[in-house]
């Protein structure tokens, strides 16, 4: 396998998720969709057998029992990397789980400038550089449409209070907008990913956010028609914040769940 010498510092972070009907596709794939959103760029990702199975579990540093778990025969890893001038970082993903125990288990680590200062926030140490995904605002029509199929799209009107997955009843007419253009475009899904801010421990962050793309998920299924298979609920934690988490307005809009297209045939 080709390596690549990379210097900087190093903060190794791992996490255990109570997800017990979850596979480690799906603990992967909204941290994925996060990285990319916050412009990080996919460098190499495999799966159990193509990482090489056994002998690749040892070609990664990983931290010890019982911080971090590895099923030897269900892991998934990939590496990214992003570029902001003349800095540049790295992340691997590290994702298992343990059947007996009902848990996922994530293991990031995170390769940056040698005099980055903060811990918290290691996959994005500087959310000012990250660009907003559009937001979409309540009763747009059309303009909903371009700017789904332009990016990643902020469901605003959403309002989530800390800790709560309950979504605002003012956003009905953002989720008609989404409804309408499935019902138009048969052959397309969506995914929703929620966000929260950095208050509290990131595996619980991890499982509200998810609650609260569920929330919005059951809410275009009950309220307007939308079949289960068109759309899925993801979590992204606390993983790509779009303003800062040291003030309560920034945590306030960093709590929200985004609409994605995950099928444009």
Not at 79 to 87: C, E, F, P
Not at 142 to 161: C, H, K, P, R, Y
């Amino acid at each position: 396998m080709l390596t690549r010498p990379i210097e900087g510092r190093v903060e190794q972070t791992a996490w255990r998720i109570p997800a017990p009907d979850l596979g480690t596709l799906e603990l992967l794939t909204p941290l994925r969709t996060a990285l990319e959103a916050d412009g990080w760029r996919l460098v190499f990702e495999c799966e159990t057998v193509v990482c090489g199975g056994f002998d690749f579990r040892y070609s990664t540093q990983v931290l010890p029992e019982p911080g971090m778990h590895v099923d030897l025969g269900d892991f998934r890893f990939l590496s990214a990397r992003k570029s902001t001038g003349a800095t540049e970082e790295h992340v691997t993903l590290l994702v298992s789980r343990s059947t007996g125990a009902g848990a996922g288990y994530v293991q990031m680590i995170h390769i940056g400038p040698a005099e980055s200062a903060s811990a918290a926030e290691p996959v994005t140490p500087s959310p000012a550089l990250k660009p907003d995904a559009p937001a979409i605002a309540p009763g747009t029509g059309n303009d909903v449409w371009m700017a789904l199929e332009s990016s990643s799209v902020v469901l605003e009107g959403l309002e989530f209070a800390i800790g709560a997955a309950d979504t605002a009843r003012g956003a009905d007419n953002v989720l008609k907008d989404l409804a309408d253009y499935l019902a138009t475009h048969q052959n397309r899904t969506l995914a929703l990913v929620g966000h929260t801010d950095s208050l509290g421990a990131p595996e619980t962050n991890l499982a509200l956010s998810r609650r609260r793309a569920e929330a919005v998920r059951n809410r275009l299924i009950r309220d307007h028609g939308v079949a289960a298979s068109r759309v899925v609920a993801l979590g992204a934690g606390l993983m790509a914040p779009r303003d800062t988490n040291l003030t309560e307005e920034g945590r306030a809009r960093n709590r929200r769940v985004e609409a994605i297209l995950t099928s444009t045939r």
